[in-house]
């Protein structure tokens, strides 16, 4: 068993549309490697930058975020003599099992699924992020108060032909 720590950067493309982790950023990993019959068991944390835009408001958000890491890298298959067996598997059959390469275990791939099925869906700034004004797009943060007066839309024509003339109070 061993205990491995090391800071990677990160490699391009990990994350979804909205928010996801910034190519070259730190990556900093702790794993534990523990020998077991089948392979090598992964256990540990890796500590990711996410940089992304606010669901709401549209404003960027960065953020730290730390996943969890624990996978079975099983040895590649041998033959009687303890050779590895050519695999016969196409490129494109999907192989659920993660291996090991002769010494070595790649953790890209792990922490790829793992830091993409941890982020949020709608990534907002933060909780109570009132967002956009739904008619106007104004920031609503700027101003708590902005509210647009809503008229009866059978007045609507009404207030188009100057019979009302206060019909528009937005405060910006
Ligand atoms: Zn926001
Ligand atoms: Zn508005």
Redesign the pocket.
């Known amino acids: 068993m061993s205990q491995v720590s090391l800071t990677a950067a990160a490699p391009a493309g990990i994350g979804i549309m909205s928010i996801g982790v910034p190519e070259g950023s730190e990556i900093e990993c702790d794993v534990r490697l523990e020998s077991v019959i089948e392979g090598v068991l992964v256990s540990g944390t890796a500590r990711v930058q996410l940089t992304g835009e606010c669901s709401r408001c549209l404003d960027p958000i960065s953020d730290e975020l730390e996943i969890d890491l624990q996978e079975l890298y099983v040895y590649e298959e041998t033959d009687a003599r303890g050779r590895p067996v050519e695999s016969a598997e196409s490129d494109a059959e999907v192989d659920e099992e993660r291996h090991l390469v002769g010494d070595h275990l790649d953790l890209e791939p792990l922490l790829r699924d793992a830091v993409v099925l941890d982020l949020p869906l709608a990534p907002v700034c933060r909780d109570d992020c009132p967002g956009l ?1 739904p ?4 920031r609503l943060e700027d101003d708590p108060e ?3 007066d809503v008229i009866d839309p059978r007045w609507a024509a009404l207030g188009a032909l100057g019979a009302m003339p206060d019909q528009e109070k ?1 405060e910006d």
């Open positions: 004004c008619h106007c797009g104004f902005h509210h647009h937005e």
